[in-house]
Every structure is written in C-alpha cells, then in structure tokens.
C-alpha cells in the first residue's frame, strides 16, 4: 500500500513538472534574462605561487578551502565585492569594479584550534624581471616591495626623460635635415657638380624603454607555512571576527622535484604543442616527423590541489598528480638513442616561422636568422628528424648537460614509430582463443572415442 | 567441525571445482567470451593506431590499459553471468539437493564455485597476457609494467565480480530469475552511475530546488553503488595504475579482497537459510 502510495506521488510529481503553467500564452512568456543576480560576498583576492611564478584569483564564498604551496610567500587579501554566478562557464565571478572595498584587521592563524600567529598587512609587489609577457614572476615583500617599486618608477621616470630629449634631437634633426637639403639645393643651383662636401645630419637614436616591469604595490597579508592544514580569519580592529572569514587552509608541497619534461612542437602543427612530462611518457610517431623539443624543469603536484590553488573553483582527483613546469632547461643538448648507440647530439636553435605568400595556407619553418633590427625567433628548440628510414622500431632521447656532459635524470623518453600498416592483424590475433578452444575440443573428442 | 569434517569438506571443494573447471574448459562459451573481448579490443587499437594521423605522434603512457580494461569489463559480464546462473541452475536441476545428502556443505559447494571462476579467470589472464603481448609486436605499442600491473589487478576485480554473481545467484532459486535479476541490477547501478554524472557537472544554482534534493540523493545512493558495484572496484583497479602511485594500487586489491570475503561469506549463509531447494 505504502510502495503504491509512494508511486502515485512520484507520478503525481513528474507530471506536475512536465505539465506546463496555463494562462501563459506563448508571447507572455518571459524572455530569458542572463543579467547576472549580485550578492555582496566577503572573498578573499591572492596572488600565490604557484609553482613557477605568482598568480592571482579570489575565493568565493562556496569555496571554504584555499590552497597554498608550502615555504614560499602569497599574498592573501580580504575584500568585500559583489559576487555572481556566470551559468555560461559554470563559475562565481567577481564585480571588482562595481565595489572593491578592502577589510581591515588582523589574518589570524590556527593549527589545530590553536592560534599560531597573527599577520598584518604590508606592502607587496609583482616584479617581472624579464618584461611583462616574460615568464619569470618574483615576488617582493614590505621594503624591498617599496625598493623595487621605486626602481622601477626611476627607470620609467629616466626613460621618460630620455624620450622628451629624444623628441627634442629629433626635431632639431629634422631642422638639419631640411638645412642640408636647401644647401645642397642652393649649391647644385649654384652651378656646382660632384660629391658636395656637406656633413649628413646624424638621426638621434630612440630610448629603450625599461626592460623590467614592477606592479604598483598592494597591501596584502603575506602567508609563507609549512605543510600542514591550518584556519584563517580576519578578525576586526574592535576584536570581532569578520564573518565570512573563516577558511580552511591547506599548505602543500611537491611530491616529486627536479623531473624533466618537454614541450614537443610537431613542425606539421606548430601552433598545437604536446606535452611529454611523465617519465612513463612515451612518444608514438607514424611516418616522417619533424619535431621540436623544449625541455623544462618540473615538480609533481597533487592535481586537486594545485588545480584549487590556481583557482579555487577548479576542480582535480586527489589521487592524481601533475607535472608543473618551473623554468626551461637551458645549456643542455638532446641526445637521440638507438638501443646503446648515439645517433645524434641535437644543440638548441632559434626558429621562425614563415607564412607562405599567397591567398593558400601554409608556413615553412626557417632556422632563424635576423633580418632587422628587433626581429625576434618564433621558438628556439631542439630539432629532431624522424625519418620513414629509421631502421629500428624503438628510440630514446635524454638531456645532457653542456657543462658536466652527464645524462640528466629523469629526461629518459621512449620514442616508438608505430606500425600502422600492420593493423588489420589485430583481426586474426582475436582469433587466437577460438583456434585454443578448436585444439582442446578436439583433444576432448579424441579421449572420449578413446 | 573436526579434522574429518574440515578434510572432507576440502576435497569436495576439490572435486567441485575439478567438475565444474573442465566442464567450463570443454565448452565453446568461454573461449568465445575470450574472443569477443579480443575482438573488440582489436578495434579499439585499431581506431587508436588510425587516429595517430600521418607524419604526427601522440605521447601516450600506457596506450594498451584502455583495451584491457574494455576486455576486462566483456569478461566480467560473461563471470558475473556464469556465477550468476551457476547455483540456482543447480537448484532448479534437483542437483544441489542431491550434492547435499553426500559431504557437501554450503561453504564446500560455494567455494567450489568460486575457485572454478578464478581458476577460469587465471587462464583468461594467461590470453590476456599473450594477446597484448601480441599485439605490441605487431603494433610497437609498448607493452609495459603498467599492463603487466593491470593484468594482475585484474585477478582481484575478477574475484569481486565472481563473489557478486554468486551472491546474486544464492539469492534467486531459478536461472531465469538469477538472470533477471542480475540485469536489473547492473542497469540500476548503469543508471545511477549515469545520472550521478550528468549531475555532478551542473552546479546547484543552475538546479531547482527538486533537483538538488534529487542530485543529492544521488550522491548519497552513488556512494553505496560505488563500494557495491563490482565494476566500481574494475574502474578504481585502472585508475590506481594510471594514477602511478603504490597506494591507491594496494589499496585497491586489499577493497577486493575484503569484497570478496564479506560477499563469499553473506552468499553461503543465505544458502543456508534457504536451502537447496529452487
């Protein structure tokens, strides 16, 4: 009775769902509107390390947890702001322009329910040694922060100089100039013939602008634990937590350091790269290849939680592990193997890519060489050739180091040239436990006429 | 029970299991369950060989695990039927009843059946391990620890899918309702398995309210369905090895095993407090 009675309400309830609403005619319906719904949330802004560099990201308040990497320095900020959530990519967005209002107080922190130390906000700034696009990231605390902010404002504040004096010689070239075509002008007129013995204006060279760049700095609270899951919250400057504040924190480290991995950049697809960074990776390649590799210096991570520290909203298996590049392995030559038996010592080179010209696609892959001032290479890489005439099945590459000339650990690849064409044998292999049973069958029959 | 009883309880288990193993090796079924899985294995590698397009590569760990692990799931479908069907055949027939009058005893006969399955299943690994290694001759897809690691794995996953089927099968009195009953129940886990996933990637705020109390209880059912379903223990056993670490690998052979126990242990007490009869 029960079991009918649970039924009919069951059926009672789909149908009420699928049943649609009436006195709603077709153009009463409403449109649909996706203007975002805002809730003022109290979130946290980072930038943290990442494993390479610094990056930035905020934690809603659906994520309770934050994730950072153990003994290095983050930078961690409570914000008030409007939060709102974007169905499109699935993910709580951050209204930062409509309100950024940043919490005072003191970052507390708890170990097991115990408070472990107090933190303060101070100055933090983002450098980038190598230029804003770069890959290089560091992070400067308090008055180094201030230091390195200040020498980037003096190298912009010089350079600005420079260009004001830049346009300055440039004007009082182009005054010359004109001076040196009237005299030539007036001397040709003049009735004179032959090289005329004037001095060329000399055009100013423009100013390189800074070749670093340092963030404005921010006051953040700065975080550097060891492994371990700790508690935050901020409490206010009357005494109060600020709800909302409180958040997990897990502090994590790398699982394996110093591995070696590679970008391969196939030469038929520059564009798409591959990765080859486990050890147990191995390279399958059909036909003729012709592949780049860029070998890189990488940590293994836990997927879930370096996914969450990148961004807490992602998502990640905690059983798994991921490799994260760190810096490029500079100096290195890639070794390509056959069995015991070196085939070739392949030095880095810079490449460009050239589009063919014409309407039709197409790009040819050139070793770089300048062609002007400023003219950069598209990828510097080691080039490897995997010709059709490769006589063995199985390959191996390894890194060596310029300096020591030792095989550097854990850059060990396989690099296998499948063999397609034998496809359609797989077929006849499934074969084989038929043609087992016919043998037993028939051994079975004979012992039972016997 | 004594000595006597423990020895004569042994050996027909032995007897059992010598019965039932060479009546399964004589019979065409198995190896063309064997063949099946072969089969569609060879298409897969076929399909993976072509999409490694002309003059590309494709990086690859373990290339030969998913094969393996669609063979294993053909081969689970066809032990879990076999186990399934095994005691209420022998129920329907009379000749459980018969066995039972003599020195059979409900662990003796259970565990017949379960030895025979694996003792099936070993020599199942054994075309396994031939014809991956076959099929990395005739490929070049390297077959690597990590194959010989889910071939070994796959023993443990094995012995779950028996001890499940014969849980089933001490359950049910007839073939007929053996079989009913072991589809119904796969495709609920199928389902549940299904829904479970279409939810987990729609967030709650794109749900109302009913479906929130709907994908909730999913979750709950799914967390049940995933220690239950032996097929959950085949996808946990692939994953510990793409995974690379030891712990989840170990961990995984100690679930089945236990798996194994506590569903050897619940199907010889239903059978006894059934009884023999269909």
Redesign the interface.
Known sequence: MKLKNLLLTCAA?VFL?LTPQPGLTQEEKPAISLAPLLQEQLVYSFNVFDGKGWSGGFVPKSEDTIYLIANKDNALSAKKTLVY?W?IT?RYMAGWRTLNEDMQGTLEILKDGKLIDKLEKQDTVLSYPEGYWAEITLFYTAEEATEWHKRYKDAVDKYYEALSKFYEARAEYTRKMDEFFEQIRKRREAGEEGPLDIEIPREPEPPTGPDFYVTEPTRNYVINLPVGEYEIRLRADDGTIVEGSEKNLVVFTARRRGGVGYE?I?G??WTAE???N?P??????????L?YFRPYQQDEYNELYHNKLLDPQNEGMK???KWVHTQPLENVYLLFYSQDRLLERIDKRPYKVEQIPGAELGYNIVEFAPEYPGDKPTFEGQQLILSEELAR??YRIYLEDKEENTIISGSER?I?????E??????Y??????I??GI??TF?RRKVKK | MNERGISLSTHSTKILTRREFLSA??G?G???A??IS??V??LI??NF??G????????????LNFPLFVSMVIISLYLVIVSAVSISREKEQGTLEVLFYGPVSSSSFLLGKYFTDMLLYLIIAG?FS??FF??SL?????F?V?LGKAIFVSIFIASCVISFGLFISSLTGKVRSSIVWLIGILIGFLVIWFFQNMFRG??S??LSS?LIYVQRTLNVIYYFVNWVSPFSYLSRGM??IG???MR?FLLNILYSVVYTVVFLTASIYILKAKGVRA
């Open positions: 309830l769902t959530f169905p699935a391969i196939p038929n697809r591959e990765q080859c486990d147990a990776d191995a390279i399958y390649a059909a036909g003729r290849n592949l059983e798994n592990w099945k199985d396989e296998r040239l499948a063999k397609k034998n496809v359609n044998f797989l077929y292999l499934s074969f084989f436990p038929l087992i049973g037993v069958f079975r | 090796l004589y065409w198995f190896y063309v064997i063949f072969f089969l294995s060879s590698l076929r060989l072509q490694i397009r002309e003059d590309n590569i494709f990086i690859s760990s373990y290339p075309f031939v014809y076959g099929v005739i490929t070049n897809l390297g690597t990590a729609i967030p705020e794109a009913w994953e510990s995974v690379g670490s989840p």
